[in-house]
C-alpha cells in the first residue's frame, strides 16, 4: 500500500497502453483479414464479369459470323448497295468510255479518208498537170515542124514509123487532149 497515488496511475496507464496495443494488433488484423477477403471478392466477381463478357462477344461473333447481327446487318447492308451502285456507275463509266473510243475510231477513219482523197486529188492534178504540159510541148514541137516543114520531114510527121516522137493525131494522144480540155 505504500504504492502512491501517481504510481497507481502510472501502472493503469501502463496496463491501458498495453491494452490498447493488443486491441490495435487485433484490430489491425481483423482488418487485413477483412481487406483480404474483399479484394478475394472483387478478384472473382471480376473474373465472373470478365467470362459473362466473353461469353456475350462469342455470342455476338456467332451472330455476325452467320449474318444475324442487327449491329452487322445495318452497315452489311449500306455496303450492298454501295457496291451495287458504284458497280452500275462503273458500268455507265465503261460505256461512255467505249463510245468515246469508237467515235475516236470513227473521228481516225474518216481522217485519213479524206486525207486518201485530198492526195488522190493532188496526184490527179500533179499529173494532169505534167500530162498537159507534155501535150502542149508536143503541140509546140509539132507547130515548129510545119513551120520549118521541108527541113526535117521525119520530126514534122511523127506517125510515120521512122519518128521517135508519139503521133498526135494517133487516138492516144486525142484523149490527152480531151484530158487537157477538161481541166
Known amino acids: 500500500e505504500g504504492h502512491s497515488l501517481s504510481e497507481l496511475e502510472s501502472e493503469a496507464e501502463e496496463e491501458s497502453s498495453e491494452m490498447d496495443d493488443e486491441d490495435c494488433e487485433r484490430r489491425r488484423v481483423e482488418c487485413l483479414d477483412e481487406m483480404s477477403d474483399l479484394e478475394k471478392q472483387f478478384l472473382d466477381l471480376k473474373e465472373k464479369l470478365f467470362r459473362e463478357r466473353l461469353a456475350q462477344v462469342r455470342v455476338k461473333l456467332e451472330e455476325v459470323m452467320s449474318g444475324k447481327a442487327s449491329e452487322y446487318q ?33 473521228c481516225e477513219i474518216q481522217g485519213a479518208r479524206q486525207h ?42 511523127p506517125c510515120s514509123p521512122s519518128s521517135s516522137l508519139p503521133c498526135l493525131s494517133h487516138p492516144f494522144s486525142l484523149s490527152l487532149r480531151v484530158v487537157g480540155q477538161r481541166a
Open 74 to 106: 445495318g452497315p452489311l447492308s449500306a455496303l450492298h448497295t454501295n457496291m451495287r451502285l458504284r458497280t452500275e456507275v462503273a458500268g455507265v463509266y465503261r460505256e461512255l468510255c467505249l463510245q468515246v473510243l469508237k467515235h475516236k475510231y470513227d
Open 116 to 157: 486518201l482523197e485530198s492526195e488522190k486529188l493532188l496526184l490527179q492534178d500533179s499529173m494532169r498537170g505534167e500530162l498537159l504540159e507534155k501535150i502542149q510541148r508536143l503541140e509546140e514541137d509539132r507547130q515548129s515542124c510545119d513551120i520549118t516543114s521541108g527541113t526535117l520531114p521525119s520530126l514534122c510527121h
